[in-house]
C-alpha cells in the first residue's frame, strides 16, 4: 500500500467511515472504496447493487476474493464494529448486554428510568437516561445499527422504533405478544408508516427457540441480530 492510500484509509478510520480496501492480485494494483461510492476501477457493477461483492463485503466484515476479467481481486473490509441501541434496562437487556458486547458489538441501553438505567447495571455499557424522543436522533441508527425494544411501553418503545423505521438500521426489534404487536402495528400505521415498513420489525423479537428465561430470550434475540447483520 502506498503512503497516499495508507493516509486515505488512516483518515476514513478516523471520520468513522466503512471502506474497502481492493487489490489486484495480478499486479498489485489497490483502490480504496468508500461505502457511499457508486462505482469503482477494480470490479465491475462497484457498489451500486446492494448485492454486490462490495456491499457484502461492508456488510459483513469478512474478507472475501472476486473474480474479474481483469484478475481475482482482494477485498479486505475496514468497518466499524456494529452497534446496538437496547431501549429499556429491563433483565433481558442486563443479559443481553454482556452477550453482545462478547460478540463484538457497541451496546448502549437507553431509558428514561433512572431507577433501571444505572451504569451498576450495566457496565459494559453506554448508559443514557433520557427520554427516546429527546435523544434517539443523536444517537443516529444507521446501517450498522440494530435497535431493540423491550421495554413494553409505547412512550418509550415507540419513538425508538420510529426513529428505527426512518434509519437505515439493519436490524430492529420489539419485545411483546402477538397482541401486542398487533397494537403496536395499529399505533405505528397511524403514524404514517406503511405495513410493509412496519414489516421490517421483528416481533415477537428473538428466534424462536422457545426461550422463557431473560437469559434465554436474550440468546434468541442476540442470534436474531447476529443473522441479520451477517444476512443482510
Known amino acids: 500500500m502506498n503512503a497516499g492510500l495508507l ?28 461505502a457511499e461510492a457508486t462505482s469503482y476501477r477494480l470490479v465491475p457493477g462497484g457498489n451500486a447493487s446492494a448485492d454486490g461483492p462490495v456491499a457484502g463485503a461492508l456488510r459483513t466484515g469478512v474478507p472475501t476474493t472476486v473474480e474479474t ?25 442486563q443479559a443481553l448486554v454482556p452477550m453482545a458486547t462478547i460478540a463484538g458489538f457497541q451496546v448502549t441501553v437507553l431509558d428514561p428510568r433512572e431507577g433501571f438505567a444505572t451504569p451498576e447495571r450495566f457496565p459494559d455499557a ?11 436522533g443523536t444517537l443516529a441508527p444507521d446501517r450498522r445499527t440494530g435497535i431493540v425494544a423491550l421495554t413494553h411501553d ?14 437505515e438500521a439493519f436490524y430492529i426489534g420489539a419485545l411483546g405478544s402477538r397482541k401486542t ?48 447483520l451477517r444476512a443482510g
Open 126 to 136: 453506554r448508559v443514557v437516561i433520557e427520554w427516546p424522543d429527546d435523544v434517539i
Open 7 to 34: 493516509r486515505e484509509l488512516v483518515a476514513a478510520q478516523a471520520d468513522g467511515r466503512d471502506v474497502v480496501l481492493a487489490t489486484r492480485l495480478s499486479d498489485g494494483v489497490q483502490e480504496l472504496v468508500d
Open 69 to 93: 476479467t481483469e484478475g481475482d481481486v482482494f477485498l479486505r473490509p475496514y468497518i466499524r464494529p456494529p452497534r446496538l441501541i437496547i431501549v429499556g434496562a429491563v433483565h433481558i437487556a
Open 154 to 167: 409505547p412512550r418509550i418503545d415507540d419513538p425508538a422504533l420510529i426513529a428505527a423505521l426512518r434509519s
Open 181 to 228: 404487536q398487533g397494537a403496536r402495528r395499529e399505533r405505528l400505521a397511524e403514524a404514517g408508516f406503511s405495513a410493509e415498513s412496519v414489516e421490517r420489525i421483528h416481533g415477537p423479537v428473538g428466534l424462536p427457540i422457545g426461550a422463557r428465561t431473560p437469559e434465554e430470550i436474550a440468546v434468541a434475540v442476540l442470534a436474531q441480530v447476529i443473522g441479520a
